[in-house]
């Protein structure tokens, strides 16, 4: 385990910080996601297809905002069904495009609080030519 409580490491991830040091950054842009942290190197697509995942993580917690949203917006207030209807249709169109990097970060946290050992890398390491 490295030197951050499981809070810290959330909270880290929450600022979009790699999970092990802190320091380095996770995205390079709005989509854009670096291949390793620029600071300590550790890699943040563990494995191929690591972040299917995260997917699942941004698609639930916008199925669950819209819905909660809807019903509570449908019991206290007077909005129109339509009205209601398009509010939140275009809130789940939207809010997956800023929650990305979150649902990225979280689940990389998450993954490291579980599992902070590093995984196998000579494969990689084999194929990489030689450096001279
Ligand atoms: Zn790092």
């Given at each position: 385990m490295g030197k951050y409580s499981k809070r810290q490491i959330l909270i880290?991830?929450?600022?979009?910080?790699?999970?092990?040091?802190?320091?380095?950054?996770?995205?390079?842009?709005?989509?854009?996601?670096?291949?390793e942290c620029d600071n300590c190197h550790?890699?943040?697509?563990?494995?191929?297809?690591?972040?299917?995942?995260a997917m699942y993580i941004n698609y639930g917690v916008t199925v669950f905002i819209a819905f909660a949203s809807y019903f509570a917006l449908d019991y206290f207030t007077s909005i129109s069904?339509?009205?209601?209807?398009?509010?939140?249709?275009?809130?789940?169109?939207?809010?997956?495009?800023?929650?990305?990097r979150y649902s990225r970060s979280l689940w990389l946290s998450f993954d490291?609080?579980?599992?902070?050992?590093?995984?196998p890398d000579s494969r990689r390491e084999?194929?990489?030519?030689?450096?001279?």
């Open positions: 880290k991830g929450l600022r979009l910080k790699c999970p092990r040091c802190g320091e380095g950054q996770m995205f390079g842009g709005m989509f854009k996601m670096c291949s550790f890699k943040f697509e563990r494995e191929a297809g690591y972040f299917a995942g069904f339509l009205q209601n209807f398009i509010l939140w249709g275009a809130f789940s169109a939207l809010f997956p495009i800023f929650f990305f490291y609080i579980f599992n902070p050992s590093e995984p084999g194929t990489r030519p030689p450096s001279s």
